[in-house]
Nanobody
Framework: VQLQASGGGLVQPGGSLRLSCVAS????????VGWFRQAPGKERDFVAS????????VYADSVKGRFTISRDRAKNTVYLEMNSLKPEDTAVYHC?????????????????WGQGTQVTVSS
């Protein structure tokens, strides 16, 4: 499974972006998908995950109420809608497909990783 993340860019504080993660394989639709982010000099942190059918989502406390993860199984695409962005949201955002239909916060739960898209929040 190959994953392609896109939609990053430069945005002012308080602004919004929508990231997309497109998978190459149909089997992606049976896997949970997560978004992680990594700022320079820091570890990769969990942001959000969504179950295989979209019925279950998990969010990091730092993004709850601001970010929304969703998926379109017919398009093999997972989205991350990011609102009320803050400078501390600046990072490279990676999507990842999990081994199973449900997944949480641990990187070890994820089998396939995309290359990442840069999000910069700055005035």
């Amino acid at each position: 499974v190959q994953l392609q993340a896109s939609g990053g860019g430069l945005v002012q504080p308080g602004g919004s972006l929508r990231l997309s993660c497109v998978a190459s394989a149909r089997t992606f639709s049976n896997n949970a998908v997560g978004w992680f982010r990594q700022a320079p000099g820091k570890e990769r942190d969990f942001v959000a995950s969504i179950s295989w059918n979209g019925g279950s989502t998990v969010y990091a406390d730092s993004v709850k109420g601001r970010f929304t993860i969703s998926r379109d199984r017919a398009k093999n695409t997972v989205y991350l809608e990011m609102n009320s962005l803050k400078p501390e949201d600046t990072a490279v955002y990676h999507c990842a497909a999990a081994y199973r239909s449900y997944a949480g916060v641990g990187t070890a739960e994820y089998a396939y990783w995309g290359q990442g898209t840069q999000v910069t929040v700055s005035s």
